[in-house]
């Protein structure tokens, strides 16, 4: 069981009567406006489970996480509200030159409404904002562009393509059903690996109806259709002011040790990363 009231309640959302487009285009929204994609658990060496009652228990208590907790959580609320929700192995391409196909290190939604077939991903970060049909096409939300088109590296499967200015290249997703527990050795190997991102960066990302903020370490950027406006923060008060006032983020359980002690390792890397860039 998901505490149902409690998730709408962050998302601002009424419980719908029914499972209709327009409720599920509201929820979408809220999510990705609300909950922030993020990753300060794996920064702080606690890493979570992704099981959908812990991970809904964690946005009910104002966190976000990855795509796992993200939609393993959106997921199962859309679900207890009576849409037809498929979890599918999905992978993000990082970018051009990685190898695309569903490598596991993502999950993807599809819901089936109205005799239609949607991708419903509110764990990509800084991409879809509203649900996207599995018809081949482009798409405009916001000041970004999409595609859609069946997937090469997944036969029978989907290829989603962000935005150029977007955080990733794109994403494929293989056709068949799988369970939340199917991921849980990715999610170990995301989560503790030192080779992973989540362990070697600290993000966190939130869309909107004009756009994107997105932060990585120390660096805060603003994407929208005026374009990218990025500045450096240098202080652990601002850093902290801006995970609270922008992404919304509730760490009332991180102690000033801890708080302490993640930002000198924010600002270590960020600092070991503009010697290399010098």
Do not use: K
Not at 217 to 242: H, K, M, N, P, Q
Request: overall charge negative.
């Amino acid at each position: 069981m998901i505490d149902v009231d409690g998730y709408l309640a962050v998302l601002g959302v009424d419980r719908p009567a029914a499972p209709t487009a327009e409720a599920l285009w509201a929820l979408h929204r809220a999510q990705v406006e609300r909950v922030a994609y993020e990753n300060l658990d794996i920064q702080l060496g606690r890493p979570t489970g992704i099981g959908a009652a812990e991970s809904v228990a964690r946005i009910v208590r104002g966190r976000g996480g990855y795509c796992f907790h993200l939609n393993g959580a959106f997921g199962a609320l859309l679900t207890a509200l009576g849409y037809d929700v498929t979890r599918h192995r999905a992978g993000v391409q990082t970018t051009p030159e990685a190898p695309a196909g569903a490598n596991g290190a993502h999950l993807a939604l599809t819901v089936r409404l109205d005799g239609e077939r949607w991708l419903v991903d509110t764990g990509l970060g800084d991409a879809v904002r509203e649900p996207l049909p599995l018809r081949e096409g482009t798409y405009t939300q916001g000041p970004f562009t999409y595609a859609m088109a069946p997937s090469v590296a997944e036969p029978g499967g989907w290829r989603f393509t962000h935005d150029p200015r977007g955080a990733f290249t794109a994403m494929d997703f293989a056709p068949g059903p799988v369970e939340l527990s199917s991921f849980a050795a990715e999610h170990l190997r995301l989560s503790t690996s030192p080779e992973s991102g989540f362990v070697r960066t600290l993000t966190a990302q939130l869309r909107d109806a004009t756009g994107a903020d997105v932060l990585r370490g120390c660096v805060l950027r603003r994407i929208d259709a005026g374009g990218t406006d990025e500045r450096t923060i240098d202080s652990a008060d601002d850093w902290y002011d801006v995970l609270a006032g922008v992404f919304r983020l509730d760490l009332t359980d991180v102690d000033a040790p801890a708080r302490a002690q993640l930002w000198r390792r924010v600002r270590t890397t960020h600092q070991a990363r503009e010697t290399l860039t010098a």
